[in-house]
């Protein structure tokens, strides 16, 4: 079993900045991926990007290319999402989730995410 749990999350403005952090613990030697997605009212559950554990690389979708960017700190188990020049429509609430391949099955809580205009 992997454990996530989500922090970071908050109100923030137009333009503005937040990093949302994702602690995996339990079994984390087995996770091949790790995500980010995102749900707004009303809408279904959104893929943000995507880090492959173990080589590291990452794939964002376009509309927050540029803008959110994903890291990990290997020692803390740790996946980050770096959130930059949010809009309005980032609002939602933001999760992280692992697969060991395959689909995602392993997710965190959720945090939310607030942008004022």
């Known amino acids: 079993q992997v454990q996530l749990v989500e922090s970071g999350g908050g109100l923030v403005q137009a333009g503005g900045s937040l990093r949302l952090s994702c602690a995996a613990s339990?079994?984390?030697?087995?996770?091949?991926?790790m995500g980010w997605f995102r749900q707004a009212p009303g809408k279904v559950r959104e893929f943000v990007g995507d880090?492959?554990?173990?080589?590291?690389?990452?794939y964002s979708v376009d509309s927050v290319k540029g803008r959110f960017t994903i890291s990990r700190d290997n020692a803390k188990n740790t996946i980050y999402l770096q959130m930059n020049s949010l809009k309005p429509e980032d609002t939602a609430v933001y999760y992280c989730?692992?697969?060991?391949?395959?689909?995602?099955?392993?997710w965190g809580q959720g945090t939310q995410v607030t942008v004022s205009s």
């Open positions: 989730a692992a697969t060991r391949g395959g689909p995602y099955t392993y």
């Open positions: 339990g079994r984390t030697s087995s996770i091949y991926k």
């Open positions: 880090m492959y554990w173990s080589a590291g690389s990452t």
